[in-house]
């Protein structure tokens, strides 16, 4: 992929796997391999085993360089890079490592999440290292190439499909800022 404008942000809806498991996942639905560039883990790669050391993990899928395979509307694929968070926006677990959309930031026990704490922190990290690789402003926007419409450039699937409502589920104006934070 030569002009990458912005980067989509997936959950896994599921609340265990890596890249393997979303590579498994992508070819039983006909795909050549996983669709995603990057899958940020959460600590569970199997149902009831979280590993500390896991959470928050960054796997690759596919090469940075190709055309990725997350985001079919409005042609996204071609013009973007796909990062997935393991993660069911809406289920329930126990412990004040994981986050919710409206109080990620807030430091308190939640019993609702998509993401946990360390998962959190690696997204910020790995998306400032994308926007400096590929000169994107994380704070910006760009127009879709067929459509005109202006995008983010971190944007979730959600605002290219709105089949998807929850997917990120992410408050993105802050992370946008923290982002920008990071790359500085």
Known sequence: MK???????????SSFGDAA????????????????????????????????????????????????????ADGANGFTLGVCLIGNPGWTVDGPEYLTPGNWLSGRV????????????????LLAGICKRRGLDPMGTYRHPRTGRPIHV???????DSGKPLCASINLGILRKQVREAMK
């Not at 669709?35 to 959460?42: E, I, K």
Request: net charge positive.
């Open 154 to 160: 971190i944007s979730q699937h959600s605002d290219f």
């Open 110 to 125: 939640v019993n609702r999440a998509y993401m946990t704490r360390k998962q959190h922190s690696a997204l910020v990290e």
């Open 21 to 72: 498991q979303i590579d498994r996942w992508h070819r039983e639905r006909g795909f050549s391999r996983i669709g995603y560039h990057w899958v940020v883990l959460n600590g569970l790669r199997r149902p009831g085993s979280y590993d500390p050391a896991l959470d928050g993990q960054i796997e690759n899928g596919r090469e940075e360089h190709q055309i990725g395979a997350h985001c079919l």
């Open 3 to 13: 002009n990458t404008l912005g980067i989509v942000l997936h959950v896994s809806a």
